[in-house]
């Protein structure tokens, strides 16, 4: 789709087309697409099928009401912060008493949107002239146009005084795909704390996978997942007094959506190691990113399986946002035979397989044990006390 395109689907002839094709079904759009031509111009019902089945798709992360009003580009839903994790941050903004913001490389705008509902007034700022006017027409379908303005420009050129905050969010895919590099984001990581250093308050989102030695000194870092999917990390300027935010430990906060349930590096040092107690606790993948396994195993008043491993075991159950619970049946040192016959024997057909630590993938050991029965079991491939091993359970609370 280009700006033609998608300019002649605003027009009343474009939305009447979207509004036919509304719930269209994948196996119903070769026949709409034949019956549509008859009265339409071809680019135009391409154009209408193509943002039908976009919408569809961004259902997942903006919910079906707004998704079904906004506008989207292929690589718009793809790179969209989750609403529930744009809202999120939208609402640590308005707390921090943000009341103009300007987000640069805006795409589409859900973060725009996300601020705007919280009372921020806006500055979208985009590159690509059709992305900015998609984020320009999504304000106005979500009747937010009067606290968000988008201009297409390079973010470098926008003029940034005057604003309370500044949020950054650099394009981390290039034409081959996921880009690692964070000076191969665009603009560059450099770029981005440059800008942010020079504004009031910050944040920078950057890939879940930042290496904590990356993160500038004068910054926070926070990783959000939601409904247990890590989603993102935020590098904040400016949001803890100098004294604190150089403490180090604080730096580090993991974010669990819905919620939120936040918790916050107080530089513990690393868990004891035991053997497998009864329950076995998985942390969060924020909370392991983040290097906060100390303080869930604190919480639960756990240790660690292995130095190298971040599971969490004890003989209590608690209950705790930051890690998913798992009562242990049987510890089994790492053999497929002893452990089919077992699943065998207590005749197990649904079979969760989770690894960390291990070689074998896991579908791999399900095609070796070929589970069968009416009953369910968790194995965890993994390592205990330096040794490979094999963990039986099932999720416990």
């Avoid at 926008?158 to 964070?182: E, H, I, K, N, Y």
């Avoid at 150089?246 to 916050?264: C, D, E, K, Q, V």
Wanted: aromatic share 6%; net charge neutral; charged share 25%.
């Amino acid at each position: 789709m280009d700006l033609e395109d998608f300019r002649a689907l605003r027009t009343p002839e474009g939305a009447a087309l979207l509004d036919e094709l509304r719930g269209l079904r994948p196996a119903e759009e070769l026949s709409a697409a034949t019956r549509l031509r008859r009265g339409h111009p071809a680019s135009l019902v391409s154009a209408a099928i193509g943002q039908a089945r976009l919408r569809d798709r961004a259902a997942a992360k903006f919910g079906a009401a707004d998704a079904g009003r906004m506008f989207f580009t292929p690589g718009g839903v793809e790179q969209a912060t989750r609403a529930p994790v744009a809202a999120h941050r939208a609402r640590r903004f308005a707390d921090l008493g943000v009341r103009r913001l300007a987000d640069l490389c805006c795409g589409i705008g859900g973060d725009a949107l996300a601020l705007a509902r919280e009372g921020i007034a806006v500055l979208a700022v985009d590159r690509d002239p059709l992305t900015a006017e998609v984020a320009r027409a999504n304000a106005e379908a979500l009747g937010l146009a009067d606290l968000v303005t988008v201009e297409c420009a390079e973010v470098a050129e926008a003029g940034l005084s005057g604003f309370d905050a500044v949020f950054v969010d650099p394009a981390r895919r290039g034409g081959r795909g996921r880009v690692f590099d964070p000076e191969a984001y665009s603009p560059p990581l450099s770029w981005a704390v440059g800008a942010a250093r020079g504004a009031p308050l910050a944040a920078l989102k950057v890939a879940p996978g930042v290496p904590h030695e990356a993160i500038p000194p004068d910054a926070s870092a926070e990783w959000v997942s939601d409904g247990g999917d890590l989603k993102e990390a935020v590098l904040w300027f400016g949001t803890e007094p100098d004294a604190e935010r150089l403490a180090g430990a604080a730096r580090a906060t993991a974010t669990l959506l819905p919620g939120p349930h936040r918790l916050t590096g107080r530089g513990l040092p690393n868990p004891p190691v035991r053997e497998v107690g009864r329950y076995l606790y998985e942390p969060d993948a924020a909370v392991i990113r983040a290097h906060l396994v100390a303080e869930v195993a604190e919480e639960l008043d756990g240790a660690l399986i292995d130095e190298t491993i971040a599971f969490v075991t004890s003989d209590r159950l608690r209950p705790t946002p930051y890690a998913r619970p798992y009562e242990i049946t049987d510890v089994l040192p790492f053999g497929v035979k002893r452990l089919k016959a077992l699943l065998r024997e207590r005749e197990v057909g649904t079979l969760t397989v989770k690894k960390r630590g291990s070689a074998m993938e896991p579908e791999e050991l399900r095609k070796q044990v070929k589970p069968k029965g009416p009953n369910a079991a968790t194995v965890f491939l993994t390592r205990a006390a330096g040794a490979p091993a094999m963990l039986v359970g099932r999720p416990a609370g």
